[in-house]
């Protein structure tokens, strides 16, 4: 897709005298209620998590409540970082979908931030607890002492906002001829964060990068090799590529100043989920991509 086509091309007049006309005005920049109703079709709904001052058992950063019975989850000998605490009933309220009705959803990712998803060596780098049962009852767990300070973050209470999630561009061909055109369509699919942090459940991604990231779990959960080129050439792609299309964005969470995080270079973490496997409750599969500039 080229997105920055020219506006004008031919021949420089030689002179002033020899031109007759007048040139036409610029056309005015597109706006958001045209490429909304141009677009609309392709959004989706999808949940925004924002901070909140009120009681909630979600949360991103801070200590989990975990059941006795789930032990830590480490990777090569070291705990993992925790990252969110999700309460699905509240999820539900806000966007009934493929996902459980009740319990607590658990993230955790590598506290070295060392795995990108491309290597099918990096599963275990992340996990993703689906818990149920009495939440009132169960404990804070402290963090291990070895998960070092840095990788210890702050707690930020969150609720879920219902928005509108349009496609990035990457994924459309809307002839764009201008690049404020394009200008206004990022602004189109950003403004449902309302200038906040993009955490996001459901819908489409906001890439840093790559919009591919279906096929990426695809192939890297089915142990392909993403590091080069060439894993793309691999004879199983042909036969795994139609199974991207059950890939669902189940998180991603943005760098965030106020929950300490800073993924890469102002990166983004994205879980992924089947969503055959989220309809039967099993999380165990979920597979991860990182991003950043």
């Not at 897709?1 to 007049?13: A, D, E, S, V, Y």
């Not at 030689?14 to 597109?30: E, L």
């Not at 830590?72 to 979908?97: C, M, N, R, T, Y």
Request: with cysteine; glycine share 8%.
């Amino acid at each position: 897709m080229n997105w920055f086509k020219k506006l004008f091309g031919g021949k420089k007049p030689q002179s002033r005298a020899k031109i007759t006309s007048k040139a036409s005005p610029p056309s005015p920049p597109v706006t958001t209620a045209e490429l909304r109703q141009r677009f609309g079709a392709l959004a989706t709904s999808a949940v925004h998590l924002r901070a909140t001052e009120n009681p909630s058992f979600s949360q991103l950063g801070g200590e989990p409540l975990l059941p006795e019975e789930v032990r830590w989850p480490e990777w090569k000998g070291k705990p993992l970082s925790f990252l969110a605490q999700i309460d699905l009933a509240e999820v539900h309220a806000v966007l009934p979908s493929f996902l459980p009705r009740s319990g607590l959803l658990l993230f955790f990712y590598d506290q070295d931030q060392s795995v990108w998803g491309f290597d099918p060596k990096d599963e275990g780098a992340w996990k993703v607890f689906h818990v149920e049962g009495e939440v009132a009852y169960w404990q804070r767990r402290s963090t291990p002492a070895g998960v070092d300070k840095g990788a210890r973050f702050q707690c930020k209470p969150i609720a879920f906002h219902a928005m509108q999630s349009f496609p990035d561009a990457q994924r459309i061909e809307s002839g764009f001829a201008r690049d404020r055109d394009w200008d206004a369509y990022y602004e189109l699919r950003h403004e449902a964060f309302e200038g906040d942090v993009r955490h996001q459940m459901l819908g489409y991604p906001s890439p840093v990068q790559s919009d591919d990231m279906e096929l990426d779990c695809q192939l890297a959960s089915n142990g392909i090799y993403l590091g080069g080129p060439e894993g793309y050439q691999d004879a199983r792609v042909t036969e795994l590529k139609s199974g991207a299309k059950d890939w669902k964005l189940l998180l991603q969470l943005d760098s965030d100043d106020d929950a300490g995080w800073m993924w890469g270079n102002a990166g983004t973490l994205y879980f992924w989920i089947r969503e055959q496997d989220a309809r039967r409750g099993d999380f165990s599969k979920v597979w991860l991509s990182f991003q950043c500039c």
